[in-house]
Every structure is written in structure tokens, then in C-alpha cells.
């Protein structure tokens, strides 16, 4: 089998720049196409001149059917509606789908699935490994610990982050609750505001910080009655966002149809 032939929508984004990066210099991987939305002023550029790495005769395209055709594997971190019509392409391809897309509504990860049906397809609030460790850890403790022990997600991003709580604050919260065996949906509090009475036993509550550059931080906190467990994961560098994606193409294109997560890929799920 050669090399996995992937494409990188958003190419000309912050993210899609790094996802060519790496599949550039990732082993087993080349890019085999580069997509950005119609009217782009990056249509046409050279995706490795675009990145950083030099050219490699891949132009940006808006023509999608046509760069599916011809590739194995889409890495996307765009928006939800532009993921939600790229799975469905990918799935009239029958090629690969990496979602590290967040913000995803409740409609969007329907959608997703009825996708992987046809394919496999990987999506994940987070990509890296230790966001994942961390998540089977959360999952865990919450299912060890009983339940006076209060469950808050804190997380803090950059400026520019347009969703809120993080997809990554999200998939750490269901993690609590599925350790705890109830549903996130029914125990979230996303939003205290005025005189909001005393905090109800079993919510799992989440604080959203907002500033400067800040790639990402995330920490969920245990608070019990004179003790505190605190589990923290602190990201410095997008790249292993992008690394941890393309490594997840790797992974499901030895994969039947189905929808997997990174605990999938990295062999963490059971943990």
C-alpha cells in the first residue's frame, strides 16, 4: 500500500497551514489536495508556499468532488456546517473523515454519524495525547470518586475562539459524566449568572476564560469537603493538534466503517 493521499480543507486557515505542514513531513502521508471556500484570495496559492514548507505543486482549489476523488483521507478543523457537507462528501467518496471541527451541535454529530456509516470516521474535541489521556482519567476518577465530590471544568483560550465552552471543556465534561453514569445533558451548568442559589448536588458545572493567545488550557477540578483533585492539561504549540490528526488518518484507514474517537486511535478508551 503507498502512501496515504490526504486533503486538508480550510487549507489557508491557521489549523489547515499546520495539517499541511504535517502531512508534508509525516512518514506514509502526502497531500493530495488542499480546499478552501469558494472566493478564497488564497485559490490558486501554492499549500506549501501557503505553510511554510516550500512548494509541492499542490494549488488551492475550491472544487471538492474533484479533490476527494483522487485522495484516501480529509482532515478537517473548519466550521460545523462546512464539516457537516464535507462528511457527506466524504462519504459519496468513500474515503476517510477526520473531524477536529469544534462547536458541533447536537444535529451536526447526527449528521456525522449517518456518515460513518459509510466510512470510517474519527471525531474528537481534541487531538492531541494528553487531552485524550487526560479524558480516560477524568472518566475515572469520576467513576471512583463519590458523588460529594463536586465536578468543574475550567478552560481558557485565546481571543479569537468563537465557541464556547471548548469542544475539548465538552468531551472532558461527558467523560465526567459517563464515569458517574448520567447524562451530561441533564447535569450541565454552563452559565451561572446573578443570585443563582446553592449549587446543585451532582451538576458538573463549566467556567470559560477568554485572553490573549492562549492556545489551550484545561483543568477539571474534584472539590470534596477539605480536599481538592485538580487534573490539568496545558497546550503550547497547535502543531500536535495537526500531528495528532493526520496520525488518526493514519490509524482509520486501516479501519471498517464506523465512528471512532481519539481514545480509539491512541488504544486509551478502556483505560
Known sequence: ??????VVVGAAGRMGRLLVKAVHETPGT???????????PFL???????AG???????????????FADADGVIDFTAPAATVAFARAAAEAGIVHVV???GLSEADLAALAEAARRIPLVQSGNMSLGVNLLTALVRRVAAT??????????EMHHRMKVDAPSGTALMLGAAAAEGRAVSLKDTAVRVRDGHTGARRAGDIGFATLRGGSVIGEHTVIFAGDGERIELTHKADDRALFARGAVRAALWARE???????MTDVLGISAL
Open 1 to 6: 500500500m503507498g502512501d496515504m493521499r490526504l
Open 30 to 40: 502526502v497531500l493530495a489536495a488542499a480546499v478552501e471556500r469558494e472566493g478564497s
Open 44 to 50: 490558486g496559492r501554492d499549500a506549501g508556499d501557503l
Open 53 to 67: 514548507t516550500g512548494a509541492l505543486g499542490v494549488p488551492v482549489t475550491s472544487n471538492v468532488d474533484e479533490a
Open 100 to 102: 477536529g471541527t469544534t
Open 145 to 154: 470518586l463519590g458523588p460529594e465530590f463536586d465536578i468543574e471544568v475550567l
Open 255 to 261: 479501519r471498517p466503517p464506523g465512528l471512532y474517537a
